[in-house]
């Protein structure tokens, strides 16, 4: 085909979409979607990807350099930015630490710094301030905190002051937006933190964290937060208490330098810091790095688990929507083929052969994917330029700056024009090949559904789901086969669409065979059952379109519940749902009015259980913790876990069991155990850590030594009760066996759990009388996916009802000789709309359950992709649940409800045209 010839079918293609406004409109949105989506979507990483610049801004603000201390005693080894990673390098048993290590433990960190940077240089503490708990309008809640002068630029980039004025005066500090909103406070109020009572803070000024948005913190002058709160902390009272708690954080020291004029830290300096212990992040090293040659730490990188699944889902979902996007549109195209089929005819009547017929419905795809593809470029960016703050804040960091890639969006649109090309093949293909004598009487004629065909694309669904099944499981990752993607990738991209297009080649045969079943229906389901039959031509289309959508909406589904299954049987309550438990650090003699302040404050709250823990007192002072021995040595190295008393209201409320046995055994003397790995021939037994004989005298070291006592058990076995504890005995058992008690909770487990607000209330007035206690309610796991679940419905009722209305239209255009010649026996005006709904039904039908076999394929494939790449081992599972919800809405509900529409808006008038002899 010639110039001219291409001129000419791209000037009829234009006409055309002018002529059908409504259907180039449906066209222009479905190809136009996507791509905002992606343009929008590119707009957004490269913005948040941040330049150099950018980044040390967020480091250090306006500072030269920001240098830490986290590993005391060894070397280490850095990325330019430290953050990107560090590697300590401690000596050997055998060796002795370095001069500079040495140097290091014996010298004060601010005044090593200062000797090794050059002579003015000014130092200032940047290390957070411990976590706290600070008063709010109802109650008390957690925040982070820090020390900061925001009255100068120092700090600008790293924590910048938004609204308000900067903290100037004593007492004044600046907070979060997160935390007046959940504090109910506003500038101008006044806090207090936990243990600083006395000494309120003034709220002067909202500041952000640009790399965190959602952080809650209270930041105040230097000097005015953290050591006063170290300094009220209270200090462990015996030797449990002592015991380091394994989830305690570990305070960095850090420092933001500012240097000189003219001065700067180069690589060689960095490195002579990380000698002595100390990690650097230099101003100058990070806009101008090293080679990676001259930098150690890179020589000793390794894979982070799942650092290759993002590839694979990336892939995958962006192969998916394109392919759905293609069979969205296919359709309309076919639609304005059909309503032009006499035009069509008459081009290749005056000469024009099959391939120009053709090039006038690609002509189609080119005009309306270029407009379209245009349009959803320059629609995606200015919806991220309007919506930036949502985004960052969604994001929970701050864009660097609007960063626009052209090379990215022209080849996004390119995407966008060849996916509307690819939707146009079809369509032209069949328009080359009709029979221009039909055509132009306005007949067609049914061909039979090809079996081969049909058998191709049943082999290629089976192909395809072992494919993208098999290879999720066996290809190697992080191996690259084909530019970027490794095999993994294309094995799960690749079978998952080869699945969905051997679908799509079934639903001929699979329609035909539907249309067999037309004789034992009444007349209009009967009549619409065929005629979606007879014309596979315009039934196909439609059907893969919804297949389609119903495919990504049920993949996404399925991985998103399967991943909310998975996570929900991680979390490991710490009781029953609903319980409200007041945690306790030592006895004091508080405690009755604390219990009774939370009764007070939480009315209905039922039965109080008193919970203590054993210990065992072997000298003044001096006692320990009383735990349960395993039956088996391999448990030990999880940690022993401790012994409870209770009676029998704790068996209730702690573990929520309602068992006579157990409680009556309780009463008995026995210990109640919940993990048989604890018990051994009816018996339990007690391990008491300790020292032998007569207190200790002063002057006397303890010599550590183990006493074991045994006792009778019963076993309840159940998992859920024992992730609440191992075991309970009674406080009678325990004063038997000479042991203490030490008050470790209260635990209430009302019909309803209470209201956040309430815990705030209970919580403050619980800590006005002991600032050490805790107030906890139990409230279980909190799905993350119903955000998800609600946006795949709404996705898929708004693609199901367009593609009924393609469906509708499609149907329209290819069977107005059949509508006349029912109008011409006599037949009801009501007819034309019972035929709509029905076909419009029908596809909606089959497409639906064809979109929801074909999208467990990538579903299932991407979890079995994310097992391996974060466990390493063919041998863990996760769950494959099903959203059964989402699928009955999709497979019952929306068709329904699209054949109601459809009928709704068909006009019942029928054509009556001029028929051909």
């Known amino acids: 085909m010639n110039l001219t010839s291409l001129k000419l079918a791209l000037r009829i293609a234009r006409r055309d979409a002018l002529r059908a406004k409504g259907r180039s409109a449906l066209v222009l949105a479905m190809i136009a979607l996507p791509v905002i989506g992606v343009a929008g979507a590119d707009v957004v990483y490269r913005s948040a990807q941040l330049d150099p610049g950018e980044r040390v801004a967020r480091v250090m603000g306006t500072a030269d350099a920001l240098i830490s201390y986290p590993a005391p005693g060894s070397a280490v080894q850095q990325a330019p930015f430290a953050d990107d990673g560090t590697r300590y390098v401690p000596s050997g048993a055998d060796q002795a630490s370095t001069p500079e290590v040495a140097k290091s433990l014996r010298t004060d960190p601010a ?42 630029s120092l700090w600008s980039g790293r924590l910048n002051v938004v609204r308000g004025h900067a903290p100037n005066a004593p007492f004044q500090a600046a907070v979060t937006q997160d935390f007046l909103n959940q504090s109910g406070l506003s500038l101008g109020s006044t806090t207090t933190l936990k243990g600083l009572e006395k000494q309120p803070y003034t709220l002067t000024a909202v500041v952000e964290y640009p790399g965190d948005l959602s952080k809650v913190a209270l930041i105040g002058r230097p000097g005015e937060v953290i050591t006063p709160l170290k300094d009220a902390q209270p200090a462990p009272k015996d030797f449990a208490a002592a015991v380091a708690d394994p989830g305690d954080t570990i305070d960095v020291p850090a420092w933001l330098v500012q240097l000189p004029a003219g001065d700067s830290l180069d690589w060689n300096k960095v490195q002579e810091f990380n000698r002595y212990g100390y990690t650097v992040t230099s101003r100058s090293v990070a806009l101008n790095p090293p080679p990676r040659s001259a930098v150690p730490y890179y020589r000793f990188q390794f894979t982070l688990p799942g650092s290759g699944f993002t590839a694979v889902v990336v892939a995958t979902v962006a192969g998916m929507a394109l392919l759905e996007t293609a069979l969205l549109a296919g359709p309309a195209f076919a639609v304005g083929a059909r309503r032009s089929r006499r035009q069509l005819a008459l081009v290749a009547a005056a000469g024009g052969d099959r391939s120009q017929v053709g090039a006038v419905v690609l002509g189609a795809g080119v005009v309306l994917g270029t407009v379209g593809a245009a349009a959803g470029v320059l629609l995606g960016t200015g919806l991220v330029a309007v919506l930036r ?36 093949v079809l369509p032209a293909v069949q328009a080359a090949r009709q029979d221009v004598v039909q055509s132009l009487r306005g007949t067609t004629r049914v061909k039979p559904a090809g079996r081969r065909i049909t058998l191709l694309g049943a082999l290629m669904v089976l192909a395809g789901a072992a494919t993208a099944l098999l290879g999720a499981s ?222 200790v005298q002063p002057g006397q070291s303890v010599q550590p030594s183990q006493h074991e006592v045994s006792l009778d058990a019963l076993l309840v076995d159940n998992p859920v009760e024992a992730a609440y504890g191992t075991g309970l005995v009674s406080p009678a058992t325990v004063e038997q066996l000479h042991l203490q008690l030490r008050s470790a909770k209260s635990v209430w487990l009302p019909a309803a759990a209470p209201t956040e607000q309430d815990q705030q209330r209970a919580t403050a007035a619980v800590n006005g009388i002991n600032a050490s206690a805790e107030l906890d309610v139990e409230r279980g796991f909190q799905s993350k996916s119903d955000l998800v679940t609600l946006a795949l419905t709404g996705f898929a009722v708004l693609v199901v009802l367009g593609a009924a209305g393609i469906a509708t239209g499609l149907a329209a255009a290819d069977s107005r000789p059949d509508q ?51 466990s390493g081992s063919q041998g863990v599972h996760t769950p494959i649940l099903t959203p059964w919800s989402l699928i009955l809405l999709v497979v019952l509900v929306l068709p329904l409800v699209a054949g109601l529409v459809a009928a709704a808006t068909t006009s019942s008038r029928i054509p009556l045209g001029r028929r051909a002899s």
């Not at 297009?501 to 619409?528: D, E, F, K, W, Y």
């Not at 709509?836 to 992709?865: D, E, F, K, M």
Request: charged letters at 15%; aromatic letters at 4%.
């Open 389 to 424: 703050p949502w985004f960052e804040q969604t994001a929970g960091s701050r864009f660097g700056h609007l960063d626009l890639h052209p090379l990215d969006l022209l080849g996004i649109a390119v995407v966008g024009l060849v996916t509307a090309l690819l939707a146009a």
């Open 111 to 152: 005044a090593l710094i200062t000797s090794l940077l050059p002579a003015g240089s000014r130092l200032v503490p940047a290390a957070p301030g411990p976590e706290a708990t600070a008063s709010s309008r109802d109650g008390l809640f957690a925040t982070a905190t820090g020390e900061a002068d925001l009255t100068g």
């Open 820 to 870: 006349a010649t029912l109008a011409a026996v006599g037949a009801p005006p009501r007819i034309r709309r019972t035929l709509a709904g029905l076909q419009c039904g029908l596809i909606a039908v089959v497409g639906a359950v064809l979109g929801t076999l074909s999208g467990y394929v990538p579903a299932v494939a991407l979890r079995r992709a994310r097992d391996l790449a974060y």
């Open 474 to 695: 066996v290809a190697q990752a992080n191996r690259l086969v084909l530019g970027s993607y490794d095999a993994r990738t294309l094995a799960v991209f690749g079978g998952s669409v080869t699945a969905e297009l051997g679908l799509l080649l079934c639903t001929p045969m699979l329609v035909s065979l539907l249309g067999r079943l037309a004789h034992h229906l009444p007349l209009g389901p009967r009549l619409a059952l065929r005629d979606s039959a007879r014309h596979r031509g315009r039934t196909a289309p439609a059907v893969a379109a919804m297949m389609a959508a119903v495919a990504g909406a049920v993949a996404v589904g399925v991985y998103t519940t399967s991943s909310d299954a998975q996570a929900k049987a991680e979390y490991r309550a710490a009781a029953p749902s609903g319980a409200v438990t007041l945690s306790l650090t030592n006895d004091d003699p508080t405690v009755p009015r604390m219990r009774t302040t939370v009764e007070e404050q939480l009315p209905g709250l039922g039965r109080r259980a008193d919970i203590a823990q054993v210990t065992y007192t072997f000298c003044d002072q001096c006692s320990s913790d009383v735990t349960f021995k395993p039956d088996t040595p391999g448990q030990q190295n999880r940690g022993l876990p401790r012994v409870l008393a209770g009676d029998a209201t704790a068996l209730h409320n702690l573990f929520g069991l309602n068992d006579p046995a157990a409680e009556a055994a309780l009463a008995g003397g026995k210990a109640v155990v919940f993990d048989p790995g604890y018990i051994k021939d009816g018996k339990v037994t007690l391990v008491l850590q300790g020292a032998i004989g007569a207190p």
